[in-house]
């Protein structure tokens, strides 16, 4: 789900926001009147044309990233017993928002 939310003027892409409830999400895309968010979890109690305040966290939301944890399942925004757990060595903690290494763009194959 990714409800443009208003009023968020000075939210920064990548930046995690928190709805009543302790729903959070994830700015994306700043227009001149909205943000678009994603909302990690269950969105559901909000609704399109709800008034309420949305909470900008000022953080820029990241994973943790080791060798180890290639395949795994991670949830950035609701840290689970799993992550608790793991105890990998380097384990740092990256933007989710950054560019995959090795993609380039697709030319037309017409």
Do not use: W
């Amino acid at each position: 789900m990714i409800p443009p939310v208003y009023g968020l003027d000075n939210v920064r892409a990548g930046e995690m926001v928190e709805f009543p409830r302790c729903i959070k999400g994830m700015a994306l895309n700043s227009k001149r009147t909205n943000v678009g968010v994603v909302i990690s979890g269950d969105g559901r109690s909000i609704k399109e044309g709800d008034k309420f305040f949305v909470r900008v966290l000022g953080e820029i939301v990241d994973v943790p990233s080791a060798r180890g944890l290639l395949g795994a399942l991670l949830t950035p925004l609701r840290p689970t017993q799993l992550m608790a757990k793991v105890r990998l060595k380097p384990l740092r903690r990256r933007r989710v928002d950054v560019k995959c290494t090795g993609h380039h763009r697709a030319k037309s194959v017409a």
